[in-house]
């Protein structure tokens, strides 16, 4: 079920874009979620939100009603149960094709993404198909991570980077701009990814499917209000996805894929 007010009366959306929305998944966040919002809208005013929400305990998705019955610009999306990041994700995706939008952004809802940097990011967008926040880019960095965090992320980004042959610093980042029509290259029915994988799966996809990725740096910041969906079992699926990926790359090299009949580059997995 979605509250909001669809498609009507939002103008011209953010110049050079187009109409944005801005999918903040949520779990527990009702600590954070209003303070978000808040920040976005000061930040980048044209924009919307889609709240989608895992039906929250803590009472997440009724504040995010809340807000949505007073501000046409943020919207709601509920769902029945806790179902991960990557589903949810694919579900606001798809709620932004068919609702019109020509760009999402993906942000995390616990402040970690600075909606305050959200303005690059679309800059870079009105040139790009895709465009990632970046913590190990030049200019990128972390805020209040523990050395064996900051180790463990570096060092899984250079093993994907190695093992999909990806020239992305930070394929794990989850601060992203996707324009639309480049998502429908991507057969999202297909991903099952969660967590980082999510990340590193539509990442992937994005390179086999030629579309233009750019990195833009970021400040990341660790969490200062509830409790990180981290787990060492989301760091293990994405090591073990990012393994068999590169098994499948090597098998059907060196094609890279097949090209359906008007010449796009489509996946085939195994």
């Known amino acids: 079920m979605s509250q909001g007010n669809g498609a009507d009366d ?17 779990y527990n966040e009702a600590d954070n979620i209003g303070v978000i919002v808040d920040r976005v809208h000061r930040a980048a ?14 009472g997440t998705g009724a504040i995010a009603d809340r807000m949505a019955g007073v501000d046409r610009r943020v919207h709601v999306l509920h769902r029945p149960g806790k179902q991960g990041l990557g ?34 990011l679309l800059d870079a967008a009105r ?9 190990w880019t030049s200019g ?11 180790l463990l992320s570096r060092g899984g980004n250079l093993y994907t980077r190695v093992a999909l042959g990806m020239p992305l610093s930070d394929a794990t980042g989850g601060f992203r701009v996707y324009r639309v029509p480049a998502l429908a290259r991507l057969d ?8 980082y994988s999510f990340q590193v799966e539509l990442s992937w996809r994005a390179h086999r499917a030629g579309l233009r990725t750019v990195e833009v ?3 990341f910041a660790e969490r200062e209000r509830g409790t990180s969906k981290m787990s060492p079992v989301i760091i293990g699926e ?24 008007a010449g796009d580059q489509r996946l085939r997995w195994p």
């Open 217 to 219: 740096p970021i400040t």
């Open 238 to 261: 994405a090591l073990w996805r990012v393994t068999l990926w590169s098994m499948a790359d090597r098998r059907v090299a060196p094609g890279r894929g097949r090209r359906d009949s």
């Open 140 to 150: 990128g960095q972390v805020v209040n991570w523990p050395w064996h965090r900051q």
């Open 10 to 26: 939002h103008g011209d959306g953010y110049p050079g874009v187009g109409r944005v929305l801005v999918v903040v998944p949520t």
């Open 87 to 120: 589903a949810a994700y694919v579900a606001g995706f798809g709620w932004a094709a068919e609702h019109g939008y020509d760009a999402v952004v993906e942000m995390d809802a616990d402040g970690s993404h600075a909606p305050e940097e959200l303005p690059r």
């Open 127 to 135: 040139d790009a198909d895709v465009v990632i926040g970046s913590r």
């Open 45 to 58: 005013p044209a924009v919307e939100i889609l709240v989608v929400d895992d039906n929250s305990p803590d």
């Open 188 to 195: 999202l029915d297909s991903v099952a990814s969660q967590g």
